[in-house]
């Protein structure tokens, strides 16, 4: 017999709709994050400084 939850949901229904729920929150924080960044000039510099850096490397 399948356990199940007050609401008489099966209990493997609520872990996967909890799971779902926590990917969304994480990848609305990451979101969050990258816009974050991306707005942030003085990281576009420094991202921008290591790509030259990197270019120059890759011509070795």
Known sequence: MTE???TGRP????????DE?????RADELRA????????SA???DAAAVLKDMESLRAW
């Open 11 to 18: 209990r493997a229904t609520d872990d996967l709709n909890e």
């Open 43 to 45: 990281d576009r510099a």
């Open 4 to 6: 199940s939850t007050p």
């Open 33 to 40: 994050e990258a816009e974050a960044l991306a707005a942030d």
């Open 21 to 25: 729920a926590a990917r969304r929150r």
